[in-house]
């Protein structure tokens, strides 16, 4: 997401790892109250995670490239059940900190300027389908994926539908009809004198990800829908 000069997670996760246990970064975003992420749930084991990362893992077949991988703790989780996995991650402190965990296969970068690589599975948790930003630039994250897969490969991704943030106490859903899409939101992390620049990020329901993924050339399949509206899908090329 960023590089070192505006890293507050990455920064966080290099202070949990060298002994600052209760390391958390702010998150402020332009549709709720201000939040915390704490850098501990970066660091997370297999039996720790949500019901729906466990079963996204346990789905991972062939080679696979974990998207935005954080600390690396879905890349190790692999690695334990000999899965020939490769962590993807911008922050170089975080990459640092993987290297550390023992993560054996790193690349380090941007998704959408390096070369891409042929994987199995491509694997974007913790709704890293977001990375598109907006639905506007949605096509253009698709196709980005799309260089990344081998022949017959599959996208596992993880989204919400966030509707609920618009919900009035009677049940009832006020939206814009005008405005944008209720699941683009705007961001700002920051972590002790860190702070990032806003940036977007996108939560997108179902069908309307299956209209986006057929017009780009690709089939998508609910595979887990859990009563939150988070949900995991399953993208395959046509």
Same mark, same amino acid.
């Given at each position: 997401?960023?590089?070192?000069?505006?890293?507050?997670?990455?920064?966080?996760?290099?202070?949990?790892?060298?002994?600052?246990?209760?390391?958390?970064?702010?998150?402020?975003?332009?549709?709720?109250?201000?939040?915390?992420?704490?850098?501990?749930?970066?660091?997370?084991?297999?039996?720790?995670?949500?019901?729906?990362?466990?079963?996204?893992?346990?789905?991972?077949?062939?080679?696979?490239?974990?998207?935005?991988?954080?600390?690396?703790?879905?890349?190790?989780?692999?690695?334990?059940?000999?899965?020939?996995?490769?962590?993807?991650?911008?922050?170089?402190?975080?990459?640092?900190?993987?290297?550390?965990?023992?993560?054996?296969?790193?690349?380090?970068?941007?998704? *959408?300027?390096?070369?891409?690589?042929? #994987? %199995?599975? =491509?694997?974007?948790?913790?709704?890293?389908? +977001? /990375?598109?930003?907006? &639905?506007?630039?949605?096509?253009?994250?698709?196709?980005?994926?799309?260089?990344?897969?081998?022949?017959?490969?599959?996208?596992?991704?993880?989204?919400?539908?966030?509707?609920?943030?618009?919900?009035?106490?009677?049940?009832?859903?006020?939206?814009?009809?005008?405005?944008?899409?209720?699941?683009?939101?705007?961001?700002?992390?920051?972590?002790?004198?860190?702070?990032?620049?806003? *940036?977007?990020?996108?939560?997108?329901? #179902? %069908?309307? =990800?299956?209209?986006?993924?057929?017009?780009? +050339? /690709?089939?998508?399949? &609910?595979?887990?829908?859990?009563?939150?509206?988070?949900?995991?899908?399953?993208?395959?090329?046509?």
């Amino acid at each position: 997401m960023s590089t070192n000069s505006t890293d507050p997670l990455g920064l966080a996760i290099q202070d949990y790892w060298n002994g600052n246990k209760r390391a958390t970064v702010k998150v402020f975003t332009d549709q709720a109250d201000p939040d915390e992420l704490p850098a501990a749930y970066m660091f997370r084991g297999f039996k720790e995670m949500p019901d729906r990362e466990r079963f996204a893992l346990e789905h991972c077949v062939g080679r696979v490239l974990d998207v935005g991988a954080g600390a690396g703790s879905h890349a190790l989780a692999l690695q334990e059940r000999a899965v020939d996995v490769t962590a993807l991650e911008i922050s170089e402190r975080a990459v640092d900190v993987q290297k550390q965990r023992g993560v054996k296969q790193i690349i380090a970068g941007d998704f *959408f300027l390096l070369p891409p690589q042929p #994987f %199995d599975t =491509l694997l974007l948790l913790m709704n890293g389908i +977001g /990375l598109a930003g907006s &639905l506007e630039k949605l096509p253009e994250f698709l196709q980005a994926c799309k260089r990344w897969l081998a022949p017959d490969g599959q996208i596992l991704l993880e989204s919400s539908d966030i509707i609920y943030l618009y919900e009035e106490e009677d049940g009832s859903v006020l939206l814009d009809l005008n405005g944008p899409y209720y699941g683009e939101l705007t961001y700002v992390m920051q972590y002790k004198n860190e702070r990032t620049q806003p *940036f977007d990020w996108l939560f997108i329901d #179902f %069908d309307l =990800l299956q209209q986006y993924a057929s017009h780009e +050339g /690709l089939q998508a399949e &609910l595979l887990l829908n859990e009563e939150d509206g988070h949900y995991i899908a399953r993208l395959a090329v046509q």
